[in-house]
């Protein structure tokens, strides 16, 4: 995008406050041409204390315009500071909504921290250019606009001068972004990673302390930042060219109207006045001149950070619902994929032509090696991703021509990571369906059987759980995000490694809860703990993609294949028992 494109585009996020907008604008506008006219009073007056004549008159008037343009600045300036206040406040909110509402596949590969990193710079950047424009961007356009035609009525040979000046400017600015450009693009990949490294370092600040890793995390982003500075010094040599250049070119050329204005008045063709009129046009002209500059180099040092903000924000157009989507209703629970692959860019996992069907009220367990395609099953079936071939149906109908609101709606997670908020026990469990009643949340922390340790807290269902939940033990957290789920009441259930990270005595509580949760629900259980999974009307076990053996605990744990190989190495199943040859087992190739 140019230049004029991101400020364009910048711009058009106060549409919603025009009018506003306009109004502070306008005022701008009248502001700068009152500070064109004070060089020429100023001149007038010089040339009536000379030729003593009464100067009075135009002291007022020159002292008016002083006293108004003072009050009209802070009037304008206090609500050009509501309106670009306001609407960063907006951004954020309105941003926030369009990130967190993106398909989760989108979030694990952009990565949280990029978007937020993204949207946080890019909000501070907006405000700045909101700012500057209601303030200065405009006015200082105008002023110029109306300034080298009013000193050309005036003088043409002094005019000249602050033309070149002009021409200079623009030369010596559009040198340096020429040079610099993919310079700045480089600073923000670097301010990327710095802020990557810090979210990430802090978000595993217990890994870091139990390994030690507080000084080397350290080091590292000290080299992080050098690298930054590294790309960013030369950045802000040019820029500093720039400026010294700037200023020697503002110092000949007031030098030279001075010289030339000595000369015209000498030879009777000027007055004295016009000579202190044109200084002051010059220090105008200058410092307009020097916004001008600023302006360009703030959309210029803006330009990669707003690129990426606007593709962020076009993203958002990947979430739409797909046309005539309809919502999901009266779910019975009866699942069925059908010749269903996915696989993930550049990698060979994913699954296959995988096909069967959980009928409603059925538990059906997925198992198999890490990698196997498990949880990208069970994904496939919330939406966070979309199949590349096949179709997966809820009560006969195509989950893709629903609304993933809807479908959402219809299952509850419970997820090995129990997802808890930096907020109250009641706010976390009220999660899963929001305006539901204080006695509600109470019954389905009983359910849960987590009722035990919420009253043995002083503050009870408000005890604050702490940033992920980090104040309640494993156990806890889970039976929180159980109680969740049962609030949430939703007819589809999926428990992805829910008790692999609980201890024994802990998973036998959790299980109890899990069991209760289980009932008249379809229910899909990810487990690595074999034992968990002995109620599962069907078992289905994962490799590579595929579906390699179909059939029930106990049929599989008889067959003698992968299912029973993988029960023997965790010690469930004894070494003597004889395969069945009752039940098929599916080639892996097929």
């Known amino acids: 995008m140019s230049l004029f494109q991101v400020y364009a585009r910048a711009l058009r996020y106060l549409g919603s406050s025009r009018i506003r907008v306009s109004m502070v604008v306008v005022a701008n506008i009248v502001l700068a041409v009152i500070t064109i006219a004070e060089p020429i009073l100023f001149g007038r007056i010089i040339d009536a204390i000379s030729g003593n004549g009464d100067v009075t008159p135009i002291l007022l008037m020159w002292g008016g315009f002083g006293v108004f343009n003072t009050i009209a600045y802070v009037l304008v300036a206090r609500e050009a500071d ?27 590969q952009r990565g949280t921290s990029n978007a937020l990193h993204t949207l946080l710079r890019a909000s501070e950047t907006l405000f700045g250019l909101w700012l500057e424009f209601m303030r200065t ?33 623009w030369f010596i600015g559009r040198m340096v972004m020429n040079r610099t450009k993919e310079g700045q693009a480089s600073v923000e990949g670097h301010y990327h990673n710095v802020f990557s490294h810090v979210s990430d370092s802090i978000s595993n600040v217990t890994v870091l302390h139990s390994y030690n890793r507080i000084e080397a995390e350290t080091r590292a982003l000290k080299g992080y930042t050098e690298k930054l500075l590294s790309a960013q010094y030369p950045v802000l040599d040019w820029w500093a060219l720039a400026s010294a250049l700037n200023r020697m070119a503002s110092t000949i050329s007031m030098l030279i109207i001075l010289i030339i204005g000595v000369f015209l008045v000498r030879a009777g063709e000027i007055r004295v006045g016009d000579v202190i009129a044109f200084i002051g046009f010059a220090n105008l002209l200058i410092g307009r001149l020097d916004l001008l500059r600023q302006f360009a180099t703030q959309i210029f040092e803006a330009r990669s950070k707003l690129e990426d903000f606007f593709r962020l924000e076009d993203s958002v157009q990947e979430r739409e619902e797909p046309a005539g989507a309809v919502d999901l209703q009266a779910v019975r629970g009866e699942v069925e994929f059908r010749d269903v692959s996915f696989d993930f860019a550049n990698t060979t996992q994913g699954v296959r032509n995988v096909s069967f069907t959980a009928k409603t009220g059925q538990t059906v367990a997925i198992v198999g090696p890490t990698g196997a395609g498990k949880t990208t099953l069970v994904n496939l079936l919330q939406r966070v991703y979309e199949p590349q071939q096949g179709q997966i149906l809820i009560d006969g109908i195509d989950i893709a021509k629903v609304t993933r609101k809807s479908l959402r709606q219809s299952i509850a997670t419970v997820f090995q990571d129990a997802g808890l908020l930096n907020r109250s026990i009641t706010e976390n469990i009220r999660l899963g369906r929001e305006g539901a009643s204080e006695a509600e949340v109470i019954a389905a922390a009983e359910a849960a059987a987590a009722t035990d340790f919420i009253e043995s807290r002083l503050a009870g269902y408000d005890t604050h759980v702490g940033e992920r939940g980090n104040r309640l033990s494993g156990g806890e957290r889970q039976r929180i995000a159980i109680a969740r789920a049962i609030l949430k009441n939703a007819p589809i259930l999926v428990l992805d490694e829910a008790t692999s990270a609980l201890d024994v005595e802990t998973e036998a509580r959790v299980k109890e809860a899990i069991d209760r949760l289980r009932q008249n629900r379809t229910t899909f259980i990810i487990a690595h703990r074999l034992s968990t999974i002995r109620d599962a009307d069907v078992v289905i076990f994962l490799d590579r993609g595929r579906i390699l053996e179909q059939g029930t605990y106990d049929e599989l744990s008889a067959l003698g294949g992968r299912f029973a190989s993988l029960l023997k190495t965790s010690g469930i199943l004894p070494d003597e028992v004889k395969p069945m040859a009752t039940v098929t087992q599916i080639s892996q190739h097929a």
């Open 82 to 108: 509501r309106l670009a206040h306001g609407r960063r406040a907006t951004l954020l909110t309105e941003a926030f909504g369009r990130i967190i509402s993106m398909p989760l596949a989108w979030h694990h």
């Open 137 to 169: 961007h405009l006015a200082t356009v105008v002023a110029l606009v109306l300034l080298v035609p009013t000193a050309f009525s005036m003088d043409w040979r002094l005019s000249l001068v602050l033309v070149v000046l002009s021409v200079l400017y």
